[in-house]
């Protein structure tokens, strides 16, 4: 089965411009996560979809951050503006469903530079 | 609240030798379960090893065996045989019974020396 895809891998942009990544996930998998990961850092959860509804979205910028599912399937994570603090890997995931013991299906990331 | 520690930020092991990787976590849950994630230098997370709290045998995967103590909350990664292609960043995680949010520690990079 073909796994996460996300775009693009890189992304090298100037403080106050916008952003947008995209992700589509595994077929079939209900559950949708952006985790931004910092370097030297692990992964921290941004928001976590449900189908297209936002289960936990606590720990996301509002201000500047905001993310959709469209449809259930794809998703787009947008910063607007970015500061020079937002320079990390975002990382998409899916799962069949919320509590496994598996673990999510992550995609290889986008690296975002915020010049 | 939930936290994972991982106290070693590097370790070496010689090809073909065992090494311990070292995660304590807190949480208040008495339902979780705890992961254990590999992270080449090409960035992708790759899922190595399950525990869940209610298992009393310790979970292995191949090369991989999940060290569980639960009375002093530690959940150490044990990798047998190490292969060059086991140089990566390890992260252990927790996910928390109730919300199911996955907490992450910050990491451990295991260098395997030829």
């Known amino acids: 089965e073909a796994g996460v895809a996300q775009s693009p891998r890189y992304k090298i942009i100037e403080k106050r411009q916008s952003v947008a990544f995209w992700c589509n996930p595994i077929s079939g998998h209900a559950t949708l996560y952006w985790y931004q990961q910092i370097l030297g850092q692990g992964p921290k959860l941004l928001i976590q979809f449900q189908n297209n509804g936002v289960v936990d979205d606590s720990q996301l910028p509002k201000d500047r951050f905001s993310a959709e599912r469209l449809k259930g399937v794809d998703s787009t994570l947008k910063i607007q503006p970015a500061k020079l603090e937002d320079s990390a890997v975002y990382l998409c995931?899916?799962?069949?469903?919320?509590?496994?013991?598996?673990?999510?299906?992550f995609g290889a990331g986008t690296r975002l530079s915020v010049l | 609240a939930q936290k994972i520690t991982q106290t070693q930020p590097g370790m070496f092991v010689q090809e073909k030798e065992a090494v311990t990787l070292d995660c304590t976590y807190d949480t208040s849950d008495q339902s979780y379960g705890l992961f254990w994630y590999k992270q080449p230098s090409s960035g992708e997370m790759i899922f190595l090893i399950y525990?869940?709290?209610?298992?009393?045998q310790n979970a292995t995967e191949g090369r991989y065996s999940l060290n569980f103590q639960k009375a002093r909350k530690s959940a150490n990664l044990v990798i047998s045989a190490s292969q060059l292609g086991d140089s990566a960043m390890y992260f252990c995680a927790i996910r928390s019974g109730n919300t199911g949010k996955l907490i992450f520690g910050q990491g451990t990079t295991l260098q395997v020396k030829p």
């Open positions: 995931a899916s799962s069949l469903d919320r509590a496994l013991a598996r673990g999510e299906d």
């Open positions: 525990q869940g709290s209610y298992d009393e």
